[in-house]
């Protein structure tokens, strides 16, 4: 990866606590590029208008902004129309809405609603809750021993009943990339749908949502060095055209009388409201800074960063790291605990060396439960990441390794 990839980030060249950032977080929020914060800066300067509705030079500008991000979105994803990308709040939303419309139209009592130990809380609750709602049954594939999932266990949890089968492409807390296209194919021979909770996979792997075959596929702005407040949902064209709408008002309908109203056509029926006009100037921005870069070569480089780090950290006596052995099977996510140490007492410890990771239960206490322990640690690499940060991590573990073992 060229070393100059960094000097796009202002927010690196910084200091914290007396010593140069390194920033291990991006699995949480991604740090963003220069074009990106001009981006956003022309648009409020420029271009700031609502969308759609007016006729004046401002608001043609803005809607032309807004609609062409969506065609860049399109093109970014291989979906095969506008029609098929709606902008949402982010992936939260996205799954919450499948959830809401799809669910509640075509899941019934006794049906099953498929998905994983390894899954984000947004990608449990809003199955949770559907599940009590209509009576169904909310089963989950069972893991390998290393944090994978394999065809043969994902085969015995699908069966003529299900009805939606969603899965995180890659794990937010081991790494995991699941076979999601191999997945959909054996959801589509019973009959179900597949969605996908692309949040971590979209700012590192190269998508193409119709080799994926995925029904629905979800991610956000915020982790792929787009601003927050702004995500996608793809969905297959003739799914999005049966389901009803779950926000009502403005920007949505296309007739609204005393007592009924209709609809906009696709996407818009789903965009009530004033839409995100700037997150989408601002994801268009991240989008033409990745592609610069390539999907490919950031994808080879994380790969290369997850392996070199649990390489090293491998030899730090008492450090556990959870998730797949392969670097291969993963992305550049590394999470760990040191052992009989909190882990928010570690990433303290390294915040105070000016490294930052993650510590908490990572939005997935289920696999927390699965992984028997309460919480740990982790560190998360992007493109703007090097060797040197790693040596810096784990100069930062040997440190919290020796001042714990002197405090005890």
């Not at 001009?38 to 809607?63: I, M, P, Q």
Request: charged fraction near 25%.
């Amino acid at each position: 990866m060229n070393p100059e990839i960094k000097s796009y980030f202002p927010i690196l060249n910084q200091e914290i606590n007396g010593h140069p950032l390194v920033y291990l977080d991006s699995a949480a929020t991604s740090q963003k590029p220069t074009p990106v914060i001009e981006a956003l800066k022309e648009y409020y300067e420029f271009d700031n208008s609502n969308v759609h509705r007016g006729v004046h030079t401002l608001g043609n500008r803005a809607t032309e902004k807004y609609e062409g991000a969506r065609e860049k979105v399109q093109q970014f994803i291989n979906a095969n129309s506008t029609q098929e990308i709606v902008f949402l709040r982010g992936t939260t939303t996205a799954i919450n809405l499948v959830a809401q419309s799809y669910g509640r139209a075509n899941v019934e009592e006794g049906d099953e609603i498929v998905i994983t130990y390894m899954e984000h809380h947004s990608n449990i609750i809003p199955w949770q809750q559907l599940a009590k709602e209509r009576g169904a049954v909310l089963k989950y594939i069972e893991l390998e021993e290393d944090g994978t999932i394999s065809l043969e266990n994902v085969r015995a949890a699908i069966t003529d009943r299900t009805k939606i089968v969603s899965m995180v492409y890659v794990s937010n807390v081991l790494g995991t990339m699941n076979p999601v296209k191999e997945v959909a194919k054996i959801a589509h021979e019973h009959g179900a749908v597949m969605m996908v909770d692309g949040a971590q996979a979209a700012p590192h792997l190269k998508i193409d949502v119709q080799d994926l075959d995925c029904d629905f596929f979800a991610f956000s702005g915020h982790k792929m060095v787009g601003p927050t407040g702004i995500g996608v949902l793809y969905g297959k064209k003739h799914l999005l055209e049966a389901m009803e709408p779950v926000e009502f008002g403005g920007e949505m309908i296309d007739f609204v009388g005393l007592y009924d109203s209709t609809w906009k056509e696709l996407p818009w029926k789903f965009e009530g409201g004033t839409p995100i006009i700037a997150g989408a100037v601002g994801l268009a921005a991240a989008i033409d800074f990745l592609q610069d870069i390539g999907l490919d070569e950031i994808e080879k480089h994380e790969h290369h960063m997850a392996a070199t780090a649990m390489d090293k950290m491998s030899k730090i006596e008492g450090l556990d790291i959870y998730g797949p052995t392969d670097p291969a099977k993963r992305a550049g996510i590394v999470t760990f605990n040191l052992k009989e140490v909190h882990p928010h007492d570690v990433a303290t410890v390294l915040d105070m060396s000016g490294i930052a990771v993650r510590a908490g239960h990572h939005c997935a206490q289920p696999l927390m439960k699965w992984l028997d322990v309460t919480a740990t640690a982790r560190a998360s690499f992007y493109l703007y990441n090097d060797e040197s940060d790693i040596d810096r991590l784990v100069e930062g573990l040997r440190s919290a390794k020796e001042y714990f073992s002197d405090v005890f």
